[in-house]
């Protein structure tokens, strides 16, 4: 890569040691680092209002005329002098104020012309503008840049230093990091002409071009910096499984159901992947119920027939205690020996199962965080499988993978994501994906309606728990909170006592202890609670098939993946089951997702609604998957280039996989940066 774009930038000119420092902050280091920060906005100055047109508001507007008269300075008090002119633009005048800023008022020259940024503040009778930006009439950059700042910096000290850093490599001889071939085939700009005009452009066609050339530049390294990562975690010396040790059949009858055709599919797939002489890490995800849990039971139980042990790792201690429950009473049949380890067993019998782990008395370790701890030791371990991995950070995960050497990875994940924002997310991993439902599943049934028909809804579900059913009401808030939100531990009360008096009502939120938590939880799975009134933390993995109706108050409150997530609680049995959304919410994204959640029970579809409405936000943040965030590429807007890019990325990998050619010497530099950076984000 060309040497200046690797110029520290506190050579910059109007930088320094002490400047550069704030612009570390910002992620910037090189040049190459500024020239990609790019603006988020700009203050377009390019068609000014008439000063008679405008009306008052809070929106800044941009005026364009000459200093008709400057007024003298007035002292309105000790430490504040107030600088007045009268500007005009022939169709009306405007009074500018300047609070303590006599040099900016001294540059003024009557009878110059400027274009003035700022808010119209006044009256009828005398218009005004307060400190507005002015810029000479004749500038040549009227769409001025506004850049993300941190404190100590401002927007002229960003832009000069951005026009700095274009002075020093933008001559004609900066040699651009994509290929020529691919540069023709997309036909795109060349680089120095993107970040001239993502900084400074004549016109909004500059900017979009540019745009659009970084943002590919962007996704293109990300995608290569993912195949390396993939290739690397290859490489590493996994145990090898012996594939003839595997029994489907056995399997199968150890299974409590029929397994669907993709969970025998993910199986096969995890089987492979072990047995393959490289390390295996996949990515299984799949609709909320679709069956992942006896997918990994079949991957584990390979491992354990291996004479390797395996842990599962879950981010809550009810999640955890059903992970057990299940894989007891189905490997357990086989013989396999499981373990619990969570925070609130007592020392006593959290150091006998410590010490059961690393003698190799047990195969299989659930548990939840308990299991990073240090005393936490393994004799074989050769599988490590996350659920809901987003809820872990990356040194948590890494430290309970270095418990073992460079043990096989399945990360398993209850809420759909969009393949294709999975294949960008998990794209350093295998991707299996259960969209098959179990048999006999039937569709949850959706309503939404207003906080008035609540005793209508009581009166509609009760038959149900006079037919053995059960059903969760969930609540967005734990205690009193003044009034705005329902509250599980009122509410839970008043159901009891009022609405819900000939039936047994509990209680569960988070703040419980976890002993409290396994009780509760028991007794709504043994049938002892009809009616389990809780908050999100029944949200994942919570699994009761015998309930068949779940009320969610305040439903306004949660976003679309997690609203399809608690409906996920019910139609886990035979029974007709439904959810049924209470809000009083008139707001048109309110009815939107409302709607979206009665019309489909298909998580996948939701998942791209929810993408399409709010974006990716930090769809469990790219940071978490080992790399930086994203600082120009918007994942839910440049969903369709990242095919492109993807496509791209695959050939050139295809045809130099080492990315050793001339043309992909610079684009190996920026990949392996970034995944350096993010390794050192992840400390």
């Known amino acids: 890569m060309d040497k ?15 400047r550069a420092e704030l612009f570390e902050k910002l992620g910037i280091t090189e040049v190459y680092d500024l020239l990609q920060y790019c603006p988020r906005d700009y203050i377009d100055l390019t068609a000014p209002d008439r000063i008679r047109d405008i009306r008052f508001s809070d929106e800044p507007v941009a005026v364009r005329g000459r200093i008709v008269q400057k007024l003298p300075p007035a002292r309105i008090r000790k430490g504040m002098t107030v600088c007045k002119a009268v500007f005009t633009d022939d169709t009306d005048d405007i009074t500018l104020i300047f609070y303590n800023q006599e040099y900016m008022f001294a540059n003024l020259k009557e009878g110059e012309y400027y274009v003035l940024y700022g808010k119209m503040t006044g009256n009828l009778t005398r218009k005004e503008m307060s400190a507005p930006q002015i810029y000479p009439a004749n500038t040549p950059d ?19 230093a951005v026009k700095s850093a274009l002075e020093l490599v933008c001559d004609g001889s900066l040699e651009d990091i994509l290929p020529r071939r691919i540069h023709d085939e997309l036909q795109c700009c060349s680089l120095e002409y993107a970040w001239e005009n993502v900084h400074f452009p004549k016109s ?37 499984m012996d594939r ?53 039971m079949g991957a584990a139980y ?43 067993l ?27 701890s240090q005393k936490v030791g393994f004799k074989s371990l050769a599988l490590v499988v996350t659920d809901e991995q987003h809820r872990f950070g990356v040194k948590q995960r890494r430290a309970l993978s270095e418990k073992g050497v460079d043990p096989h990875v399945i990360i398993m994940s209850a809420t759909p994501i969009p393949r294709s924002l999975a294949e960008i997310l998990y794209g350093f991993m295998e991707i299996t994906q259960i969209e098959q439902l179990p048999n006999g599943r039937k569709p949850v049934k959706t309503y939404a309606v207003k906080g008035s028909l609540r005793e209508r809804v009581f009166a509609f579900v009760k038959p149900m728990l006079d037919a053995g059913a059960q059903g969760y009401i969930v609540c967005a808030a734990v205690d009193d909170n003044g009034g705005e939100l329902i509250d599980a531990q009122s509410y839970s009360k008043k159901l009891a006592e009022e609405d819900f008096s000939d039936y047994s009502v509990g209680l569960l939120h988070g703040r419980m202890s976890a002993a409290q938590k396994t009780r509760v939880m028991s007794d709504f799975k043994s049938g002892k609670t009809q009616l389990l009134v809780a908050t999100t933390v029944v949200e994942v993995g919570v699994d009761v098939p015998n309930a068949a109706f779940i009320i969610i108050e305040n439903a306004d409150r949660f976003g679309l993946a997690q609203l399809h997530q608690l409906r996920g609680r019910v139609g886990r049995g035979g029974r007709e089951s439904c959810c049924i959304l209470i809000t009083d919410n008139t707001s048109e994204d309110c009815i939107r997702r409302m709607k979206i959640l009665c019309r489909t029970n298909d998580g996948f579809r939701i998942a791209d609604e929810d993408l399409k409405m709010r974006g990716p936000g930090d769809f469990f943040g790219t940071v978490q998957h080992g790399l930086p965030p994203f600082k120009i590429a ?15 990325a695959d050939r050139i990998i295809k045809e130099d996989p080492q990315l050793e050619r001339k043309e992909h010497v610079a684009l190996r530099e920026l990949a392996l940066e970034l995944i350096k950076k993010g390794a050192q984000t992840a400390e």
Do not use: W
């Open 634 to 648: 918007d994942l839910a807007r440049d969903i369709e280039q990242m095919k492109l890019v993807r496509a791209t």
């Open 4 to 18: 200046r774009l690797l110029k520290n930038v506190k050579y910059l000119k109007g930088v320094g040691p002490k």
């Open 204 to 240: 909004i066609y500059g900017v979009e071009q540019a745009r659009k050339r970084l943002i590919f530049d962007e996704l293109l390294v990300y995608s290569l910096a993912l195949v390396y990562r993939r290739r690397n975690e290859k490489r590493l010396a996994a145990r090898v």
């Open 346 to 372: 007592t020392p006593k019998n959290k150091s006998l199962i410590q010490k059961g782990i690393e003698n190799g008395e047990f195969d299989i370790a659930v548990g939840t965080h308990a299991l990073f």
């Open 302 to 344: 390979f491992a354990v027939k291996n004479g390797c042990q395996v842990c599962v790792m879950a981010p809550t201690e009810v999640l955890a205690q059903q992970h057990y429950d299940t894989f007891s009473s189905v490997l357990g049949k086989a013989g396999i020996r499981i373990a619990l380890l969570t925070g609130s």
């Open 244 to 296: 003839k040790l595997f029994d489907m059949a056995e399997l199968t009858r150890l299974m409590p159901f029929e397994l669907t055709g993709d969970q025998i599919k993910a199986v096969n797939d995890c089987v492979d992947g072990m047995s393959s002489g490289e390390r295996m890490t996949r990515f299984i995800q799949g609709d909320v119920g679709c069956g992942k849990t006896a997918a990994v």
């Open 142 to 160: 009227l769409l001025m840049p506004v850049y993300p700042l941190t404190e100590g910096l401002s927007q002229g000290t960003v832009r000069k």
